[in-house]
């Protein structure tokens, strides 16, 4: 597995070695993190990140759309998390011309090379969950 799916869980990785948080995975060994990739159960809160269908286009890089959520013990809790990464997203958008994601063992064992975010939004209230508390929400595209 090495495909445009993955690359989300290779920024989940590298969001965790720049200590933004920890992969939820149990297959990882990792049971108490609050990165979740592709699911989100309604007991935990973290940052949980989605794929969002792309075309792609005969030649030019290829590109994954992703959307972010977040939700804290609060509506500034889950905020802070989100802007947090957000932020440290918009530094790679303004200063890195490219950079590498990390493979993720056992699941994927390839990383990606000259990786690119093009786009990244701010934090948007995205509605409440049955607790009452706003889901913050941002979308990126990585290409490589």
């Known amino acids: 597995m090495n495909g445009a799916a993955s690359i989300t869980l290779s920024l989940l990785k590298f ?4 200590n933004l948080g920890r992969i939820f995975a149990v297959e990882l060994d990792q049971p108490d993190g609050d990165l979740f990739w592709q699911k989100l ?6 940052v949980y990140i989605s794929d969002i269908g792309d075309n ?15 939700r804290g013990d609060n509506d500034a809790d889950g905020y802070a998390r989100l802007k947090r990464i957000c932020d440290f997203l918009y530094d790679l958008v303004a200063t890195a011309a ?9 699941i994927q064992r390839d990383g990606f090379n000259c990786v690119r975010i093009t786009d ?3 934090p948007t209230n995205a509605g ?17």
Do not use: C
């Open 15 to 18: 969001l965790q070695d720049n």
């Open 41 to 46: 159960t309604l007991d935990r809160k973290g």
């Open 56 to 70: 792609q286009s005969r030649g030019v890089r290829r590109s994954q759309s992703f959307e972010l959520y977040s």
């Open 98 to 106: 490219s950079f590498n994601l990390p493979s993720v063992e056992p």
């Open 120 to 122: 990244m939004a701010s």
């Open 128 to 144: 409440l969950d049955d607790s009452g508390r706003i889901i913050w929400t941002a979308t990126g595209t990585l290409r490589w």
